[in-house]
């Protein structure tokens, strides 16, 4: 056969001459993402239980200084407890692994691997809260690194990130991660009784290699100056590999 030199999928031409995918001989699935926990140098993913982590959830969602944090997720923000619980326990019982995320053993947030499809090896970054004092954190990429990590050490050959289009920091988040942008689905869903076009992102496992040493580099102490300032954005670390 034939081989076409493409930048992450070559194609073969069959014998009538016709473009077709890639034979993976190798591929046998990944592994859907087990409930253990995921720890790193700043922060540590512990899948939540209702009984173990509601009220804990429920006061940090409480310490938000307004409701902008909830505008492009699909529920909040959470007028009372018992409608906070309801909320939980529904998404405790959804196809998903729901991780709490705490920083010096205090929760911070929540982010999930969702939609996970391991005859296809594909799988799905979703469900990202952070709450302030998380936000712009060195715990908050690694959080994304442990994620990443996990993902593709299952085999997983894609991991998707989706956002609504006007979800800037969403999508400048993507980005930074070394997510690449795939398109932007038009009318895609409903949220909250408004229009929600959802932008697609995507990292394959032949880009995790570089994207993990950009991640490792950036997240150095070395990087960081005596007053806890960058040396090199994770953009520049990226370059620089």
């Not at 076409?4 to 592994?31: D, K």
């Not at 705490?102 to 939609?115: D, K």
């Not at 715990?139 to 006007?166: D, G, I, P």
């Not at 909250?192 to 997240?219: C, I, V």
Request: proline share 5%; hydrophobic share 40%.
């Amino acid at each position: 056969m034939n081989k076409i030199r493409a930048p992450h999928l070559q194609t073969e031409l069959n014998e009538f001459g016709q473009p077709v995918g890639q034979m993976l001989e190798s591929w046998q699935g990944a592994t859907k993402p087990p409930p253990q926990v995921l720890t790193g140098q700043h922060s540590q993913l512990i899948p939540l239980s209702f009984a173990q982590h509601a009220e804990e959830l429920w006061a940090l969602t409480n310490r938000e200084p307004d409701a902008s944090c909830w505008t492009y997720l699909p529920y909040g923000p959470f007028v009372t407890q018992g409608i906070f619980n309801e909320w939980l326990q529904g998404m405790l019982a959804e196809d998903l692994l729901l991780y709490g995320i705490f920083t010096n053993g205090q929760i911070q947030g929540w982010c999930a691997l969702m939609r996970s499809d391991c005859k296809a090896g594909s799988i799905e970054i979703g469900h990202v809260y952070y709450s302030a004092s998380l936000r712009r954190t060195l715990a908050a990429t690694e959080v994304m690194c442990l994620l990443l990590k996990q993902v593709f050490t299952l085999a997983y050959r894609r991991c998707e990130w989706k956002c609504n289009s006007l979800n800037e920091p969403s999508k400048q988040a993507a980005l930074r991660l070394g997510f690449q942008h795939e398109g932007l689905f038009r009318q895609a869903t409903v949220v909250k009784g408004r229009n929600r076009n959802t932008d697609w992102f995507s990292m394959l496992d032949s880009e995790w290699p570089q994207q993990h040493s950009a991640m490792q580099h950036w997240l150095s102490p070395a990087n960081f100056d005596e007053a806890g300032q960058q040396k090199l954005s994770l953009q520049q670390c990226r370059e620089a590999l």
